[in-house]
T-cell receptor, first 114, second 113 residues
Framework: DGGITQSPKYLFRKEGQNVTLSCEQN?????MYWYRQDPGQGLRLIYY???????QKGDIAEGYSVSREKKESFPLTVTSAQKNPTAFYLC?????????????FGDGTRLSIL | AQRVTQPEKLLSVFKGAPVELKCNYS??????LFWYVQYSRQRLQLLLR??SRESIKGFTADLNKGETSFHLKKPFAQEEDSAMYYC???????????????FGQGTILTVHP
């Protein structure tokens, strides 16, 4: 089913390398989010964007960067400054900005270090 | 700061037994609470939200501001309820929602036949 598409499903990063995770949505949603999921820690918010050309840091933004040049796209770059990047990354969107809006999630990208 | 705690990482019950997944929160303002669920090989999805006051798939959750809890309950568990459940909180101030959602650590529910 459509909605939110994350790619790739699996990604490997070498030491010192930046990698970019793709998130695209065809739901015409205003807001988009990136979460990191680690065992036993639930989902932690990395960045979120309430509208095109605007984004805010979440709880664990260090070592990550994002852009929101188009409404349907919200790519996440994991930089070499992120010392522990191995995790499962989830992208989500909501029709309107606001944490009280239901969020729709993608299938996720699993990032591992080579 | 907003915080959500799900004290049980794992919860096992038998089919037909009642089930309660616990969720406690910490937030000084007026919270909105949600339960999200992830079934095997499916995406994380919204199960229910406290402002809707509805029952979804037989599950209900009541916001108890005195105990700062939002426990998820079902009187008779089914095998298809086996999944990962996340409690989540959105903070509001003056009726305006902040942009972010804070999730708990999650509880894996297993319903045995």
């Amino acid at each position: 089913d459509g909605g939110i598409t994350q790619s790739p499903k699996y990604l490997f990063r070498k030491e010192g390398q930046n990698v970019t995770l793709s998130c695209e949505q065809n739901l015409n949603h205003d807001a988009m989010y990136w979460y990191r999921q680690d065992p036993g820690q639930g989902l932690r918010l990395i960045y979120y964007s309430q509208i095109v050309n605007d984004f805010q840091k979440g709880d664990i933004a260090e070592g990550y960067s994002v852009s929101r040049e188009k409404k349907e796209s919200f790519p996440l770059t994991v930089t070499s400054a992120q010392k522990n990047p191995t995790a499962f990354y989830l992208c989500a969107s909501s029709m309107r900005p606001g944490g009280n809006q239901p969020q729709h999630f993608g299938d996720g990208t699993r990032l591992s270090i080579l | 700061a907003q915080r959500v705690t799900q004290p049980e990482k794992l919860l096992s019950v038998f089919k037909g037994a009642p089930v309660e997944l616990k969720c406690n929160y910490s937030y000084s303002g007026s919270p909105e609470l949600f339960w999200y669920v992830q079934y095997s090989r499916q995406r994380l999805q919204l199960l229910l939200r406290h402002i809707s006051r509805e029952s979804i798939k037989g599950f209900t959750a009541d916001l108890n501001k005195g105990e700062t809890s939002f426990h998820l309950k079902k009187p008779f568990a089914q095998e298809e309820d086996s999944a990962m459940y996340y409690c989540a909180l959105s903070g509001t101030m003056g009726g305006t929602s902040y942009g972010k959602l804070t999730f708990g650590q999650g509880t894996i529910l297993t319903v045995h036949p």
